[in-house]
T-cell receptor
Framework: GAVVSQHPSRVICKSGTSVKIECRSL??????MFWYRQFPKQSLMLMAT?????????EQGVEKDKFLINHASLTLSTLTVTSAHPEDSSFYIC??????????????FGPGTRLTVL | AQSVAQPEDQVNVAEGNPLTVKCTYS??????LFWYVQYPNRGLQFLLK??????LVKGSYGFEAEFNKSQTSFHLKKPSALVSDSALYFC?????????????FGKGTTLSVSS
């Protein structure tokens, strides 16, 4: 099946710094990628839909100036958490839909990035 | 509003016994239904999906799920549980085949299989 990678897998940063998380589709092209956030033992909450070559669509309540999303190519989307604070600590997961293989909206998920803000 | 419900936070079952993880949904139109499994500090792994056709869907690792339209349910089942099945399970629904349509997830059910 299709593979989605995320980098880094784990990051610890100081409050006030910015952190960039990369999401790559390794063996397929994805015009659309999704960014989710997950708190411990809770479900995935959709943050935004990342569209290649255009602006991301953010869910209600998600600050677009804080969570910057760039989808510069068909295989790469980045999420930058700007001026991170401890409440931004979470598990961030991306997913991508294979335009060729992924019929019926099947999505492939990355392994996630654990962000800890001190 | 579209939603997915997983009524049980945790399911406990002994190894070798059958297991069921429940899921119900509320959507307008025909749903596309999915089950995913998540191991600690890992992303989601796809188990199975229902799109159309046979109501009984077979997936990875011996799991299966039955789509019941009248009860709006899509329960996950396995005839004989393994300790290695212990994980967090998510039911999800999509309303469309369109690329820009995200999945709506249930809150998840922790499955604990004891030896």
């Amino acid at each position: 099946g299709a593979v989605v990678s995320q980098h880094p897998s784990r990051v610890i940063c100081k409050s006030g710094t910015s952190v960039k998380i990369e999401c790559r589709s390794l063996d397929f092209q994805a015009t659309t990628m999704f960014w989710y956030r997950q708190f411990p033992k809770q479900s995935l909450m959709l943050m935004a839909t990342s569209n290649e070559g255009s602006k991301a669509t953010y869910e209600q309540g998600v600050e677009k100036d804080k969570f910057l999303i760039n989808h510069a190519s068909l295989t790469l989307s980045t999420l930058t958490v700007t001026s991170a604070h401890p409440e931004d600590s979470s598990f961030y997961i991306c997913s991508a839909r294979d335009q060729v293989q992924g019929s019926y909206n099947e999505q492939f998920f990355g392994p996630g990035t654990r962000l800890t803000v001190l | 509003a579209q939603s997915v419900a997983q009524p049980e936070d945790q399911v406990n079952v002994a190894e070798g016994n059958p297991l069921t993880v429940k899921c119900t949904y509320s959507v307008s139109g025909n749903p596309y239904l999915f089950w995913y499994v998540q191991y600690p500090n890992r992303g989601l792994q796809f188990l199975l999906k229902y799109i159309t056709g046979d109501n009984l869907v077979k997936g990875s690792y011996g799991f299966e799920a039955e789509f019941n339209k009248s009860q709006t349910s899509f329960h996950l089942k396995k005839p004989s549980a393994l300790v290695s099945d212990s994980a967090l399970y998510f039911c999800a629904v999509s309303l469309s085949n369109q690329a820009g349509t995200a999945l709506i997830f249930g809150k998840g059910t922790t499955l604990s299989v004891s030896s």
